[in-house]
C-alpha cells in the first residue's frame, strides 16, 4: 500500500492466483494491525486468516466463495461504538434467555470459527443480561453467566431513522465498486458516529416480558419487543413538552427523521412504536410498567407518559418555570451577566470566609483561627446551604421517574401513581387511571398531577422509590405488598422517607453533611442469606462521587457497610456504574472494559 495515498489506512491484502480464478481483496479495519496467521487445512490449503488489530480480533473464511467474515463466538469487542449507557437485569425469565441465546446463531457464522480446544470448569456468578446502548444507535444484549461474557444479538435503531449523511452514504458506495484496490471494510469496531443524534442516552428492559424501551439523544424513545421476521411500517407518536406559544424557542438540533414506508426486519427486536418528543432534547430518564403498558420519559422540558400498547400519549407536562423560559433565550448580555454574578458570588463566599476565621475571645483581644489544610479533618456534620434557582437552565432537568401501585388519594385504597423528580428538588406526583386492555382504545389512560413536593434543600432528586411495610420496592400492579407504604426520595445531599398517604417524613439519612460526599447512583436491593435461602434482608446501595459504594438498612436508614469501589479519580466509572436489585454493580472501567462487582 502505498503510504502517501492509503497512509491512515490499515489493511491486509490477500490475493489468489490460480488457473481457474485470479482473487485480491484488501481488508481494511479501522484500527492498527498488530499481526495476523494463516490456518491451513490438513493438504495445506489456506482455510482462514486470524487478523489481530489494537481493538479486535477479525477472522475471514478463506475457503468459501467471496471470503466472508466470521463472527466471533468469543473476544467480541464490546465498544464497537462508544458505550453511552449500560443497563443490567438478572431476573430474566428461563424462557426469555432461551429466546435470546436463539438469536446469537441466527447469522451461522461462528460455526465457521477456525479455533477450537481448551477447557472451562465453569464458575460460580448469576445469570445476568447486560444491556450496552452505543454512539451509533445500536443496543447489544450480553449474556453474563459463569463469569463469562457471550453475545447474544444486537437491535440498530438508526435504521428506523434517516440520517444527514444518507445520500452522500449512497453515492459513495456507488464509487468504491470502481475503486481500485479493492477494498472491503471487515470488523466491529467503528469510532466514528454519522449522525451524534443517534446516540443512546437510556436503556430499560422487562426480564419477563422482553420489552425493550431506548432513549436516544434528539428526543426519541423506541418501544420494542421480541417478534419474528417480518416487514412493516413504523408507527410514530409525537408530544410537545412546551411550545412557542409559551415563550420557549428551542435552538438546538432538530429531530431526527424518521423512514417512512415499509422496512424488512429480521427475526429479534423490532419497534412497536416511536415516540418523538418536542424539543428533542436528551433523554434524561425512563420509566417502565409492563404491567400497565405503559411508560415515561423524561427531558431538560418536562416529562412524557406513552400508552405503546396502542399507541397514545397519555399526558405531556412541561417542568419549565417562568425563569427558566426567560433563561432560554439567547440574549447576548446573558453569559456577561452570568460571568459577572459568578464573580460576585465568589468575591461573597471569601469575605464570608475571612469574616468566620476571625473570632472575637473573652476581652477585647481578637484571636486569628487558623486554617485547616488538611482534608482528613472533617465535622461532625456540615452546614448544607439551600441552593437558589437554575441559573443554568438546567433546573427543570427530569432526573428519575418511577411507577407504584400505592396509597397517594386515601390510605384505604391503592391507585396507579407515576412520581417524577427534578434538578430543583422537586418531586411530581401523577395519579393514573389504567383501564382494561380490551376497553383501552375507546377509553383512554389519564393523568392527573395529584401532588407536589419541594425539597427544601432543592438538591437534584436522583431517585424516587415506594416500599411497602418491610422495605420491598413497589413496582407494577402487585397486590401482596403490606401497609403502610414509603416514599424513599433521594437526592445528592441525602434519603429521605415519608409516609404514605400523608407524605409525613418519617426518617432521614444526611450523607453531604456527615461525609462530605454526594450521591451519583442509588438501588433497592435484596440480600439473601449463604445458609438459608427463606432468610432475605432489604436495603439501599448506593454509590457516591468518591467512588465508595455503601449499604443502608430499610426502612430505618441505618448504615451497614462502606467500601471503595471506583477510584475517586475514575469519573466515567462513576458516572456509568448501575446497580441491580441483588447488590450487584457493573461499570466501565475503561472505555472497551466492563468490571462486574458484587456486595454480597
Known amino acids: 500500500m502505498p503510504r502517501a495515498s492509503y497512509g491512515d489506512k490499515f489493511t491486509v491484502s490477500v490475493m489468489k492466483n490460480t488457473e481457474d ?32 488489530s489494537e481493538e479486535e480480533l477479525v477472522c475471514v473464511d478463506l475457503g468459501t466463495a467471496g471470503w466472508p467474515a466470521v463472527s466471533s463466538p468469543y473476544m467480541q469487542s464490546v465498544h464497537s461504538s462508544a458505550i453511552t449507557a449500560i443497563s443490567q437485569v438478572n431476573n430474566v425469565t428461563k424462557e426469555l434467555v432461551e429466546k435470546l441465546e436463539g438469536l446469537k446463531g441466527s447469522d451461522g457464522g461462528s460455526e465457521r470459527w477456525p479455533v477450537t480446544g481448551g477447557s472451562y470448569n465453569g464458575g460460580k456468578g448469576d445469570t445476568t443480561v447486560i444491556i450496552t446502548g452505543h454512539e451509533d444507535g445500536s443496543v447489544k444484549f450480553w449474556l453474563s453467566k459463569d463469569n463469562i461474557l ?111 414506508g415499509a422496512i424488512k426486519q429480521p427475526a429479534g427486536f423490532q419497534p412497536k412504536c416511536v415516540l418523538q418528543i418536542s424539543p428533542p432534547a436528551s433523554i434524561t430518564s425512563l420509566s417502565l410498567s409492563q404491567g400497565w403498558g405503559i411508560l415515561a420519559a423524561g427531558t431538560a ?73 488538611s482534608p482528613i479533618a472533617r465535622p461532625v456534620e456540615r452546614q448544607v446551604e439551600a441552593r437558589g434557582g437554575s441559573e443554568d437552565g438546567l433546573g427543570s432537568m427530569v432526573r428519575c421517574l418511577h411507577f407504584a401501585s400505592t396509597y397517594i388519594a386515601t390510605s384505604m385504597n391503592m391507585s396507579p401513581t407515576l412520581w417524577a423528580g427534578t434538578n430543583t428538588g422537586q418531586v411530581l406526583v401523577f395519579l393514573l387511571t389504567i383501564t382494561p386492555t380490551d376497553k383501552r382504545k375507546n377509553d383512554k389512560i389519564t393523568a392527573v398531577l395529584a401532588k407536589e413536593i419541594q425539597l427544601k434543600h432543592r438538591a437534584p432528586v436522583i431517585d424516587i422509590e415506594v416500599h411497602d411495610a418491610g422495605g420491598l420496592p413497589v413496582c407494577g400492579p402487585h397486590p401482596s405488598y403490606p401497609a403502610p407504604h414509603r416514599v424513599l426520595i433521594t437526592s445528592e445531599e441525602q434519603f429521605k422517607l415519608f409516609l404514605l398517604p400523608q407524605l ?96 454480597s
Open 21 to 52: 480464478d485470479e482473487l485480491h481483496t484488501v481488508f481494511d479495519l479501522t484500527s492498527k494491525i498488530i499481526d495476523w496467521v494463516v490456518v491451513e487445512q490438513e493438504n495445506g490449503t489456506p482455510d482462514s486468516i486470524l487478523v489481530l
Open 504 to 599: 409525613k417524613p418519617c426518617g432521614k439519612y444526611k450523607l453531604t453533611a456527615h461525609e462530605g460526599v454526594r450521591v451519583r447512583k442509588t438501588k433497592s436491593a435484596t440480600f439473601t442469606s449463604c445458609r438459608d435461602d427463606k432468610y432475605t434482608e432489604n436495603c439501599l446501595v448506593y454509590l457516591a462521587n468518591s467512588g465508595e459504594v455503601g449499604v443502608l438498612s430499610l426502612p430505618d436508614l441505618r448504615r451497614q457497610v462502606s467500601t471503595q469501589v471506583i477510584r475517586r479519580e475514575d469519573v466515567v466509572g462513576i458516572s456509568s456504574l448501575t446497580f441491580s436489585n441483588t447488590g450487584n454493580g457493573l461499570y466501565l472501567s475503561s472505555s472497551s472494559e466492563l468490571q462486574q462487582m458484587s456486595l
Open 301 to 373: 422540558h418536562g416529562v412524557v407518559v406513552l400508552d405503546y400498547m396502542f399507541q397514545h400519549v397519555v399526558t405531556a407536562r412541561s417542568t419549565l418555570s417562568a425563569q427558566d423560559i426567560a433563561n432560554a433565550d439567547d440574549n447576548p448580555m446573558s453569559r456577561k451577566k452570568s460571568l459577572k454574578k459568578s464573580l460576585r458570588e465568589s468575591f461573597r463566599k471569601l469575605r464570608k470566609g475571612r469574616s468566620q476565621r476571625v473570632v472575637k475571645v473573652k476581652g477585647d483581644v481578637v484571636e486569628q483561627q487558623p486554617r485547616v489544610e
Open 150 to 260: 457471550t453475545h447474544l444479538t444486537t437491535f440498530d435503531s438508526n435504521k428506523y431513522f434517516r440520517g444527514e449523511d444518507d445520500e452522500d452514504g449512497e453515492r459513495e458506495s456507488d464509487d468504491e465498486e470502481e475503486e481500485w484496490p479493492p477494498f472491503r471494510k471487515i470488523g466491529q469496531f467503528d469510532p466514528y458516529s454519522d449522525d451524534p443524534r443517534l446516540a443512546v442516552k437510556k436503556v430499560m428492559f422487562c426480564g419477563s416480558s422482553g420489552v425493550l424501551i431506548i432513549g436516544g439523544t434528539a428526543g426519541q424513545v423506541i418501544a420494542a419487543t421480541l417478534a419474528e421476521q417480518s416487514e412493516g411500517a413504523t408507527i410514530v407518536c409525537r408530544a410537545d413538552t412546551v411550545t412557542e406559544k409559551e415563550g420557549f424557542t428551542w435552538k438546538g438540533h432538530k429531530p431526527l427523521d424518521i423512514k417512512t
